[in-house]
């Protein structure tokens, strides 16, 4: 194992440490709980927006923390859920009044620990808190973390969306319906050329030949679709989109949001020439292309790979895409 950390059993605190250190001017860290939050305290009368889940994912989720997305994010040890206690802290932490919005992927330690803090936050402090899941992946129905489709990449649109509706002052109701609606018209696809190592095992997580990949993996290793014999990026590109628009009509007057993101070890070189040949059959396919964002979002530690993401858009979701945004991640209109 070849990593720049001491010890592994400290590699999210000090890693949450360096974070609080670089961006002094707009966040603040909780090590004890270990939850990244706005250096500024919330806005009242606006809807407080929460994510997290494990390390080993970055920017997602403390990377999305700051103007127009999070107000906090829980972060778990290296592809372990956060801790109810961490959510509950963080919840109370950025009640403004107006309720707090969890943001959960669907990952079975995720979702239960997300919906007790819900209620251990409803019980003491009397916050209002609603959920949504995201479960966009098209890979597989079930996986080795989860209960339906697992959450990816649609997770990071949304949080863009939604902070921005919440930084409008929009209602929680209304909030989550627009998560809502986001969650059910995203759908994403991903593949790996290369395993990744979590600090405290030591090994990677699976084994690749060298002359295979595997399509449809999921963020934190998890088996794919198949496992098949290297092919171009041409060809990559169609056994990530075709499944994707094979499960969601994603023509229409708005067209979709795209993300092509990286796994955490492939080139951007390689994501812009991955997104060329994505951008090419969804023209051919009649999908009108929106917006998009090409970069590493939702990671999988030092992963070679890669995953594409479509959002189905209607205006207000544009319209929110566009909005100012400031967080070490994503930043625009500021």
Known sequence: MKKLINDPADVVVEALRGMAAAHRGRLRVDLDNKVVYRKEQIRPGKVGLISGGGSGHEPMHGGFVGLGMLDAACAGEVFTSPVPDQMMAATKEVDGGAGVLHI????????????????????????????????DDVAVQ???????????????????IVGAAAEEGRSLADCAALATRVNDNGRSMGMA??????????????????DEMEVGIGIHGEPGRKRVPLASARE???MLVEPILSDLDFTG????????????????LELYLMYAEVAQILERSGVTIARCLVGNYITSLEMAGCSVTLLKADDDMVGLWDAPVNTPGLRWGV
Not at 193 to 210: H, I, N, Q, R, W
Request: aromatic content about 4%; charged content about 20%.
């Open 142 to 160: 079930d996986s080795l973390y989860t209960a339906g489709r697992r959450g990816v990449g649609t997770t990071v649109l949304l949080e863009k």
């Open 253 to 268: 007057d708005s067209g979709a949001i795209v993300l092509m993101n990286g796994m955490g070890g492939t080139p951007l």
């Open 104 to 135: 959960v992927k669907n990952y079975t330690g995720d979702v239960m620990n997300f919906e007790m803090a819900a209620e251990l936050a409803a019980a003491d402090a009397g916050t209002q808190v609603q959920a949504v899941v995201v479960d």
């Open 193 to 210: 050329l290369t395993s990744c190592t979590v600090p405290a095992a030591g090994k990677p997580t699976f084994e690749l030949a060298e």
């Open 236 to 238: 990559v590109a169609e």
